[in-house]
């Protein structure tokens, strides 16, 4: 079982920054590619971005267009999104993901969400 633990998520006026964190454990770190996803009321749950388990590879939702930056500390366990610029359309709830791979199939884990509301 992994375990994530956000935080960082709150309000914020339009063109401003926000640090959100996602704490996992319960599995080797490095095993897990990290990822952050978004749902806003009435829409679907959609990729923010995503960083492999080596911190090496990263992907990014075509709307993010340079504003957002994920990372990764080993010695943390941490998984970040640093999101900047923000529009109001980027109010939504904001879930940790950890996933992996094992000879019984894909896993993935979720956070509990953490909201992120931008004010215009």
Known sequence: QVQLVESGG????????????????GRTFRSLSMGWFRQAPGKEREV???ISGGGTMTRYGE???GRYTISR??????????????????????????HYYSYSG????WGQGTQVTVSS
């Open 48 to 50: 923010v971005a995503v």
């Open 10 to 25: 709150g309000l914020v006026q339009a063109g401003g920054s926000l640090r959100l964190s996602c704490a996992a454990s």
């Open 106 to 109: 894909s896993h993935d884990y």
């Open 63 to 65: 709307f993010v267009k």
């Open 73 to 98: 500390d080993a010695a943390k366990n941490t998984v970040y999104l640093q999101m900047n610029d923000l529009k109001p359309e980027d109010t939504a709830v904001y879930y940790c993901n950890a």
